[in-house]
């Protein structure tokens, strides 16, 4: 276990370079106008989201070549039971807000909701990590780059005074006057739901690309 932090960076930089590399280009998108700046992303093409399914294959099957394998038999079950969970308490919990509520008290009430759909996020990610924890690891410090890098476009955007949807929240597409309420607006769904996000999802698609029988021992 030695060289299990140097190993994980050799995974995850280029992946997390590429991340980077998409999470600026849309932000330039977005402030020229060629791509939409609708609240949440609206599941625009050029986003990083798609890139948790395509690393956390891609991670899965390099790590099961090194002789890392679940815990677990059949861990796609487990962690489709997870992601599950994580996505129907998103669901179960954003409900209940008003989409066109832009207010002050609409945000407190987005905030609130937020913090609960991050305890069941940070949940499920934890448990992730009975599932597969040597993958769950990668992900988490892929995770963690990516969404840092989302952070830095948040702040550059507010600092800029650029209107994308990096400095939205919620349904009603909210905006904050000031820097630090924008950043803390920001913080709490990138590291309580997105990480946690791209750890679940990231080892479930992980788990259907991983070879049945490694190759080599794994540190």
Known sequence: MD??????FRLIVWPSVITLLITAVRLL???????NVDAGGAFAPLGITWCVFLFGGWFGRRLSNLGSTPRVRRPWVWLLLLALLMVGGVMWRFSRLDPNDASD???AALRAQGQIVGCIALAAMVATFAVWPRLAW???CYGVVARLGVLA????????????HHVKFGPAGILRASTAETMIGAAFPQLLFWVPFTVVMGTLTGSLFARSRPTAAAA
């Not at 060289?3 to 994980?8: E, H, S």
């Not at 998108?29 to 791509?35: N, R, S, T, Y």
């Open 3 to 8: 060289d299990a932090a140097p190993r994980t």
């Open 29 to 35: 998108g977005e402030v020229q106008g060629w791509i």
């Open 105 to 107: 008290a609409g945000f």
């Open 138 to 140: 990668t992900l988490l």
């Open 153 to 164: 476009a948040t702040w550059l955007a507010k600092d800029q005074g650029w209107i994308t």
